[in-house]
């Protein structure tokens, strides 16, 4: 065996070899996942890893992502370019571009590797795949709850355990702080008084004199929290838990509606996140649109190595027809 020197192996922070078996868990689970989601009629595209910045980083969900994003420039136009550190931010403009003209919604699904410039406490990783879907051009409950329920049926299908559903309204404390003399000490309380189970929250929200605006996001929210459990319900899917943290502004930054976030039981950090953003033309929004982003590097914590074929050891010189013979009675079938 070649002596490689631990300085020629050794990868920048954030960065990993992934190695068997995880690299084929990741890749059976992602299979999966696209299977469901293709099931709810989400047709799936691939961007590019690069693309100029000013495209990358627009208005809406780029603009969220500069301080996260790899810049390099171009030695062909000598422009400069960003490597995505989030791919919401090119279905957006896939949307309003390239298929701009296509009938709404639009469904979108996506799997593919991302890069960020630094790594924080809840996700060490640099880079690591995201998968996800995306609802375009439509605003209403039934399109929010669609989306949380496609989330929920991918989860299930890898076998996630204890799933938590926790929804938050970042906008809220824009309102607040827009309409009344809140301050960020009356904020820190409230989060602790309101945060909790579906139905702790909401009651606790009732008896608050909020403004219309944040009164009209809470309707909402309520809405679509029975129509989630109407779903869990009618597709059997148990032990998922749905709670509230109306106030969580932390990583929605370029959300204008319901955001949530997803845990389950086992797994340290977030399965991934989701909520309603708006697509922008120039400085305008353009249209509505809602999605969620699953996060591989988390999500292989909870996967299980699945079994393998039985492997059949042949010698170097052994019979072709033989080999695809074993092959096709489903044994692996290793030659020399």
Known sequence: MKDISQNSALLPSGFEDLLPPQAEVEYD?????????RSFGYARVKPPMAEFEESLLAPGPGAALTSETFRVMDPVTHRMMGLRSD???????IARSRLSDEARPLR??????????????????????????????????ASDVEICVVALKGLAALGACGVTMDFALPRIVDDL????????????????????PV????????????PEAACEYIARLRAVVSGVEAA????????ISLTIDPLETRGF??????????????IRGELGRGGRYDI??????????????????????GLKVQETAEVKELSADADWAEVARLQDEGFIVKRG
């Open 29 to 37: 689970a992602i299979a999966r996942l696209m299977a469901v989601f």
């Open 253 to 266: 930054e370029y959300h204008s509606g319901l955001a949530f976030t997803l845990f389950a039981t086992g």
């Open 87 to 93: 791919i919401t931010a090119q279905i957006a403009r």
């Open 199 to 210: 139905d702790k929250a909401l009651s606790a929200l009732d008896v608050l004199a909020l």
């Open 232 to 239: 869990i319900a009618g597709l059997d899917m148990s032990a």
């Open 280 to 301: 922008y033309e120039g400085e305008q929004a353009k249209e509505s649109a809602a999605g969620f982003t699953l996060y591989m590097d988390t999500l292989r914590q």
């Open 108 to 141: 979108l699904t996506y799997a593919n590797d991302v890069i960020r410039t630094k790594a924080s406490q809840a996700r060490t990783q640099r880079q690591f795949t995201q998968v996800g879907c995306e609802m375009i051009g439509r605003n209403d409950v």
């Open 177 to 196: 702080f827009a309409v009344t003399k809140t301050r960020q000490d009356d904020i820190d309380g409230l989060r602790h008084t309101l945060a909790g």
